[in-house]
Structures are given as C-alpha cells and as structure tokens.
C-alpha cells in the first residue's frame, strides 16, 4: 500500500498495489493510477493549466 497525495484537497489517497486507483480519505476524489510510461499530462485534470505555464517559461 502506498499514499499519494489528492488532486482536489492534498489529502491522502490510500493506493494498493493490486488496484488501479484509489479514494482520497478526506474529499472522497477518486485517483487512477497511470499508465506505465504515461506522463502526467495524458491523465491530469489540471494538464492544460500546467501546459500553459510551462509553455510562458519558455517565453
């Protein structure tokens, strides 16, 4: 079993190995594991927003 941490509320979503995601213990969100090699930005609901500041580094 494992933690990470929530995307709504930055509480703790309790992951077990043999599942493919899990429940945050304080807002009740729900997480998917990615993929293997996927990065963050195929699944996060905040991907475009962190696009877009990566993007004005650039700059």
Known sequence: MSYVVC??????VE???DEDGGECLDCGAK???PDGG???LE?????DKCRE????RKH
């Open 7 to 12: 995307h709504s509320c930055g509480g703790s």
């Open 15 to 17: 992951v077990w190995s």
């Open 31 to 33: 997480w998917l594991k």
């Open 53 to 56: 500041i990566v993007a004005s």
């Open 38 to 40: 996927n990065s963050c």
């Open 43 to 47: 699944y996060c609901e905040y991907a």
